[in-house]
């Protein structure tokens, strides 16, 4: 009954239209769709065949006539293998088979009988490689995605070496790690690249063609000799290691018009460094929104005052002085309408533009420092007296050893000297008696 009514829907829509057939979400299989359905639509006249939503598990060309098709559109079924076998070569364009179940991309899926294939979209589903032959005949492709498979590091470096045509890829959440020089280096007319969310530390070399970057929710922490003259846009939303940014090192992408940096949770930083020259001169909007900001810099005012829009909502802004030169430059009073205040308590959820001059004020340097050099002094003090009483304790400790030492040296050098004087006096009577003996007359 439910397949009739299908079929019925078909006829109608290939009388009004027969270029274009959309069966969307109408829970059709393979077999409904091509023993039953296909024999009230005349395929062969058919540019644009949508079987979105459906219930495929894997497409033959052989099973239909698809002469004159351009567009297919076999996303979010349950495909695990597609093919184009039976016909020397087709006009398709558009090949749309994400959110299925494909592991591995055959040889006969992609081959040569689908050269002018332009847009390919594979994403969401189970890939784990692409090898260097998998994309190798698709020599005018302009479209790429592959963003959501589990592909990890295992994208050859050579994969995309035939794919010179190639304008936007998309490697969104791919779980790679690090992406080869290599990778990059034959798409000579690349200008969008999505590599966010993925868990690499460093940006890869690029080709300087790039016109849009996306490297948000990756794991890098800074930039360094990023030289992309014709980037437009570049966005570095949700990145968790990034904890400041000196604009500086943006400084070589002179043509970037948009710069995002929102959801970076741990960007407390945001600074300019004495520069020569015109910093970032097309830039137009800029959002530092939902990240960690406290204060911004005096520096950043010529680049703020240049920019169109700008957006620093969500931040935990600290409304002091060093928050005034906000409130006092005319060209810049709107952007004061951004800021929430949070710190100090006094200030807290209020708007900076709300706050008076005099109100936004620092703690004062006495307040901080005195207490700090009290307390250093006290320490000293107390450090000192320790010290005193440990030496006084080891000098009184050695004065007892000294007397000890000296009062036991003294009492055996008397007794030496004693004996030695005993001993003397009695050699020296008893040569007194014989001297004596032999002089007296009655000897």
Known sequence: MLLGIFVVFASILSSVLTTTVNLTNNGLKKEDFFLKIQSVISLSEVTDLILRQNQFDSFLDCSTNLASLKTLDLSQNHLQRFFFLCKDEYNLQVLNVSHNKLEYIDDNALNERILKLKILDLSSNKLSIVNETMLEHLKILEFLSLADNPIGDGIHENAFWTLSALKHLDLKNVSSSFF????????????????????????????????????????????????????????????????????????????????????????????????????????????????????????????????????????????????????????????????????????????????????????????????????????????????????????????????????????????????????????????????????????
Request: charged letters at 20%.
């Open 180 to 443: 080869s020089a290599e990778l990059f280096k034959n798409l000579i007319n690349l200008s969008i690249l999505n590599l966010s969310w993925n868990p690499i530390s460093m940006i890869p070399l690029l080709p300087m063609t790039l016109e849009e970057l996306d490297i948000s929710g990756t794991e890098i922490f800074q930039l360094n000799d990023l030289f992309l003259p014709q980037l437009r846009e570049l966005k570095m939303n949700n990145m968790p290691n990034l904890t400041k940014l000196a604009l500086n090192d943006l400084e070589n992408l002179t043509s970037l018009e948009i710069l995002s940096l929102a959801g970076c949770r741990n960007l407390v930083q945001l600074t300019i460094w004495p520069h020569h020259g015109l910093l970032l001169p097309r830039l137009q909007r800029l959002s530092i929104e939902n990240c960690a900001l406290e204060t911004l810099e005096s520096d950043l005012r010529l680049i703020l005052q240049r920019t169109a829009v700008v957006n620093l909502r969500d931040n935990p802004w600290k409304c002091d002085c060093k928050m005034q030169w906000l409130n006092t430059n005319n060209s810049l009073k709107e952007l004061s309408t951004e800021i929430k205040c949070s710190m100090p308590e006094r200030h807290r959820s209020k708007l900076l533009k709300e706050i008076p001059i005099y109100e936004l004020e620092c703690e004062s340097v006495s307040s901080i420092f005195y207490p700090i050099l009290w307390s250093g002094i006290t320490l000293l003090i107390v450090f000192v007296i320790l010290l005193s009483v440990f030496f006084a304790f080891k000098k009184q400790d050695g004065k007892w050893k000294m007397e000890f030492v000296r009062n036991r040296d003294t009492v055996t050098y008397t007794n030496v000297v004693e004996s030695s004087n005993d001993l003397t006096s009695s050699c020296t009577l008893s040569i007194v008696k014989s001297t004596i003996s032999s002089y007296h007359p009655n000897h």
